[in-house]
T-cell receptor
Framework: GQNIDQPTEMTATEGAIVQINCTYQTSGFNGLFWYQQHAGEAPTFLSYNVLDGLEEKGRFSSFLSRSKGYSYLLLKELQMKDSASYLC???????????FGAGTRLFVKA | NAGVMQNPRHLVRRRGQEARLRCSPMKGHSHVYWYRQLPEEGLKFMVY????????ESGMPKERFSAEFPKEGPSILRIQQVVRGDSAAYFCASSPPSTSGTEAFFGQGTRLTVV
C-alpha cells in the first residue's frame, strides 16, 4: 500500500525553529514535495527533493533520505504567518501521481 | 500569466442534483490533476488527465464521478446525484508536460456543499 505519515499538529514559538517530519511508503519514488496550505486556501509549493540531502531556501529547508523513506521540513525564525498546514507529497509510480500526506497543522504562538 | 483557474469557488447543490466543477490549467500546462479535501484532512488524489486522455483515475469513486479534459476548454469534474458525503473542497492542479521534478500549481478550489 501507499502511506505517508506526518504528525497531526505541532506548536512552536515565534522566532524559534521547528522540524516537521514525514515518512513514506510508496510504490516507486520520483521526488518529494512540501506544500504550505493556509486555511481555506490552495496549497503553495515550498520545496522539492529527489536526491538525498538538504535543500535550503531562505528560512525553509527540506531534507530527504530515500533509503529511510524519510523527509523533514525545517522552518527557522518562525513568524506568526507561518501558522498553516504543511503537506508532504510523494510522486510515486509513473512520475506523475502525487500522493499527499494528511498534513501537519503548525501553530505559531507569540 | 494567469494561474490555475477554478470555478465556481463555491457551489451549493441539493441531494440528487449534479455538480460540475471546472478547471482551466495554467498556459502551457497539459497535465491536470483533481484532488478532494475533506475538512481537517489532507488532499486525496482523484484523477490525472492529459488532453483528451484519462491517465489515472484510481482515486475516483467508480460511480457518479467522472472527469474529462477535452481538446478545447477546461477540465470538468462531474458528480452526478450528489450526496452529503460529497461535500468537500475540490482542488485542481496543473503541471507542464514533464514527468520529473515538476511542481503542480493549484487552483483556489471549489467548495461544494450538498444540502
Amino acid at each position: 500500500g501507499q502511506n505517508i505519515d506526518q504528525p497531526t499538529e505541532m506548536t512552536a514559538t515565534e522566532g524559534a525553529i521547528v522540524q516537521i517530519n514525514c515518512t513514506y511508503q510508496t510504490s516507486g519514488f520520483n521526488g518529494l514535495f512540501w506544500y504550505q496550505q493556509h486555511a481555506g486556501e490552495a496549497p503553495t509549493f515550498l520545496s522539492y527533493n529527489v536526491l538525498d540531502g538538504l535543500e535550503e531556501k531562505g528560512r525553509f529547508s527540506s531534507f530527504l533520505s530515500r533509503s529511510k523513506g524519510y523527509s523533514y521540513l525545517l522552518l527557522k525564525e518562525l513568524q506568526m504567518k507561518d501558522s498553516a498546514s504543511y503537506l508532504c507529497a510523494v510522486i510515486s509510480t509513473g512520475g506523475f501521481k502525487t500522493i499527499f500526506g494528511a498534513g501537519t497543522r503548525l501553530f505559531v504562538k507569540a | 500569466n494567469a494561474g490555475v483557474m477554478q470555478n465556481p469557488r463555491h457551489l451549493v447543490r441539493r441531494r440528487g442534483q449534479e455538480a460540475r466543477l471546472r478547471c482551466s490549467p495554467m498556459k502551457g500546462h497539459s497535465h491536470v490533476y483533481w484532488y478532494r479535501q475533506l475538512p481537517e484532512e489532507g488532499l486525496k488524489f482523484m484523477v490525472y488527465l492529459q488532453k483528451e486522455n484519462i491517465i489515472d483515475e484510481s482515486g475516483m469513486p467508480k460511480e457518479r464521478f467522472s472527469a474529462e479534459f477535452p481538446k478545447e476548454g477546461p477540465s470538468i469534474l462531474r458528480i452526478q446525484q450528489v450526496v452529503r458525503g460529497d461535500s468537500a473542497a475540490y482542488f485542481c492542479a496543473s503541471s507542464p508536460p514533464s514527468t520529473s521534478g515538476t511542481e503542480a500549481f493549484f487552483g483556489q478550489g471549489t467548495r461544494l456543499t450538498v444540502v
